[in-house]
């Protein structure tokens, strides 16, 4: 069955960096866009970056500049370079496919990413 682990998150300062991984099985990665998503405690969960099976990527604008996803296709990785963080950017982070059927089923338990002085 499908798997999705996340991991790299912690706490960092305002204008730190994090590097987010994230270990895909039981899909056929690189077939499938994915993305990451992060949601704050009452908030809708938001897509922040997301990349395609031919490699577009789509970024929101509040992390447009700061935040690089990429995949690694023979290794079913998807990453998610964080720079410049600001406290805005504290959440859960977590990747999934972006076809909204099929990822409903496929959430894990994802990254904490908190950003304070």
């Known amino acids: 069955q499908v798997r999705l682990v996340e991991s790299g998150g912690g706490l960092v300062q305002p204008g730190g960096s994090l590097k987010l991984s994230c270990g895909a099985s039981g899909i056929i990665f690189s077939q499938n866009a994915m993305a990451w998503y992060r949601q704050t405690p009452g908030s809708q969960r938001e897509s922040v970056a997301l990349i395609t099976k031919l490699g577009t990527i789509h970024y929101a604008t509040s992390v447009k500049g700061r935040f690089t996803i990429s995949r690694d296709n023979p290794k079913n990785m998807l990453y998610l370079q964080m720079n410049a963080l600001k406290p805005e950017d504290t959440a859960v982070y977590y990747c999934?496919?972006?076809?909204?059927?099929?990822?409903?089923?496929?959430w894990g338990q994802g990254t904490q990413v908190t950003v304070s002085s």
């Open positions: 999934n496919l972006v076809d909204q059927a099929a990822r409903n089923n496929y």
